[in-house]
């Protein structure tokens, strides 16, 4: 198998990374550890789609208010709908980013970065390339977590369970 | 734009290749080589890529200074194309058919009689009325400004990616296809495997990623 096979085969585990996201955010209450200890906070902002892969261009948007919450977005995983784009919002001490994450690609869309403090242009590149290379670590560190519950069977497991789970309760009782 | 200004919304690519000891002299060639052709309107291209400083897509030449900033690499793909007015286009044409019409028929009423038709019909052939589109749309281009598109991008030199302010797909593999005429290295998209891939997994693990099926939530 090419390297072109691989990448279009494992395209899904960046959607599965969006949904796996979008759980612990909202079981952890938006609090993740990445493996050097720091804390990083992770919550879904006001863009959600989600799209099947059996119909194509089904597809559900969802925007405004906490979409995370919406009863629809539950009922769309429900149907087996896979997470597409989400829209984050992620800080780390005081510094916060945020961007559209697509699943399929993992690229950064729409990014707001933090306030920067420098005002002369090439100042202003390194800062600005600093902080977009702050996030992609970032996202970097949560993917990796993520692939390493991923592709761990029992712990896989454990959380496959934990996620069905919580897309029933949620679907039953998420807000209109 | 997004290097160091406006929207950031970018693909991330991996760069495949060492670069040289005189990287510098070597990447600034090459740069030079494949830079911006503008269009002009007596040329028969539609569209024009090529690279242009970051800071003056409308300049010349790079200037060292404008391209080297520590580990980073900074350049512009811009691209040109003519995007004619369709309704003007149309209506000159017709406008431009109309005023010649009498005369170029009646040189073919002319040619036909001289041929011994007696009743000559002389219409505009296919080939005459493109020639006069043609003229119009060189007209068109003499008086505008072809579209153009700047995108940045940024080259870690160290960490060996490159950022590319566009996620649109074709754009991308066009800007992939002319990086790696420009600098002879290729460039691979980031994607779930290749970021994987980079996070250091080893081959086994890569392996259980390809072999995985899609999960999909079991409600039974």
């Known amino acids: ?176 | 734009m997004g290097s160091l200004e406006g929207g950031l919304s970018f693909r991330t690519f991996y760069v495949e290749g060492e670069p040289p000891n005189d990287f510098q002299e070597a990447y600034l060639a090459h740069l030079t080589n494949h830079f911006f052709e503008p269009l002009t309107p007596m040329g028969e291209e539609e569209r024009s890529v090529g690279w242009v400083p970051t800071q003056d897509p409308i300049a010349d030449g790079f200037r060292r200074d404008q391209v080297f900033f520590n580990q980073f690499i900074v350049f512009s793909m811009r691209i040109d194309k003519w995007a004619l007015p369709a309704p003007w286009v149309k209506a000159l044409t017709r406008q431009a058919i109309a005023e010649r019409l009498p005369e170029l028929e009646e040189k073919e009423a002319e040619r036909q009689k001289a041929e011994g038709k007696l009743r000559p019909s002389a219409k505009l052939s296919k080939r005459e009325k493109d020639k006069i589109k043609l003229e119009v749309i060189t007209n068109i281009k003499h008086k505008i400004l072809p579209a153009m598109k700047v995108i940045d991008v940024v080259w870690n030199i160290s960490e060996c990616t490159v950022r590319f302010w566009s996620t649109s797909q074709a754009v991308c593999d066009e800007f992939a296809e002319l990086f790696e005429a420009t600098f002879g290295l290729a460039l691979h998209q980031d994607s779930p495997f290749l970021m994987a891939k980079q996070l250091g997994l080893e081959e086994k693990e890569l392996d259980t990623m390809v072999n995985a099926e899609p999960w999909h939530p079991d409600f039974q």
């Open chain 1, 1 to 176: 198998m090419d390297t072109f096979e691989k990448i279009e085969r494992t395209r899904h585990f960046g959607e599965m990374f969006l949904l796996w996201l979008w759980y612990r955010s909202d079981i952890n209450d938006t609090v993740f550890y990445l493996s050097d200890g720091s804390a990083v906070i992770l919550a879904i902002d006001n863009q959600l789609t989600l799209e099947s892969k059996m119909t194509e261009m089904e597809r559900t948007v969802i925007s405004g208010g906490a979409p995370s919450d919406s009863r629809e977005a539950y009922e769309a995983l429900r149907q087996g709908k896979v997470v597409s784009h989400m829209k984050l919002r992620l800080q780390r001490d005081e510094k916060e980013w945020v961007f559209v994450l697509c699943g399929a690609t993992l690229d950064i869309s729409s990014l707001k970065i933090p306030a920067l403090m420098t005002k002369a242009d090439d100042e202003k590149l390194y800062e600005r390339m600093g902080l977009v290379e702050e996030v992609d670590a970032l996202i970097r560190g949560l993917y990796e977590q993520f692939l390493s519950i991923r592709l761990d069977p029992d712990k896989w497991k454990a959380e496959e369970a934990g996620i069905v789970d919580w897309i029933e309760r949620k679907a039953a009782g998420a807000e209109e």
